[in-house]
Nanobody, 111 residues
Framework: QVQLVESGGGLVQPGGSLRLSCSAS????????MHWYRQAPGKQREWVAF???????RYVDSVKGRFTISRNNAENTVSLQMRSLKPEDTAVYYC?????WGQGTQVTVSS
């Protein structure tokens, strides 16, 4: 059974930074493509980024140049470094792989 646990969310001012982490178990992590999604209040869940097992990455246009996804196969973790945060980045951020979801971590960008 795949388990994903996100951490690192919080309240940050516009222009600030946060680093989210997702710890995975129950899967062959090194072979898995890992995704980050987010869901803002009243909106549908939105895909944010992915990283393949080979380290290839893709991002939704709205976060390109501000967010960086990375992985540590030795520790079975995937991270999302977020910089220059905007109020519109406020959402619950979820880790995803193989149709499995974590519980999410809240990110609030507000002054």
């Amino acid at each position: 059974q795949v388990q994903l646990v996100e951490s690192g969310g919080g309240l940050v001012q516009p222009g600030g930074s946060l680093r989210l982490s997702c710890s995975a178990s129950g899967t062959v992590f090194s072979r898995s493509t890992m995704h980050w999604y987010r869901q803002a209040p009243g909106k549908q869940r939105e895909w944010v980024a992915f990283i393949t097992r080979d380290g290839n990455t893709r991002y939704v246009d709205s976060v390109k140049g501000r967010f960086t996804i990375s992985r540590n196969n030795a520790e079975n973790t995937v991270s999302l470094q977020m910089r220059s945060l905007k109020p519109e980045d406020t959402a619950v951020y979820y880790c995803n792989t193989e149709n499995n979801w974590g519980q999410g971590t809240q990110v609030t960008v507000s002054s």
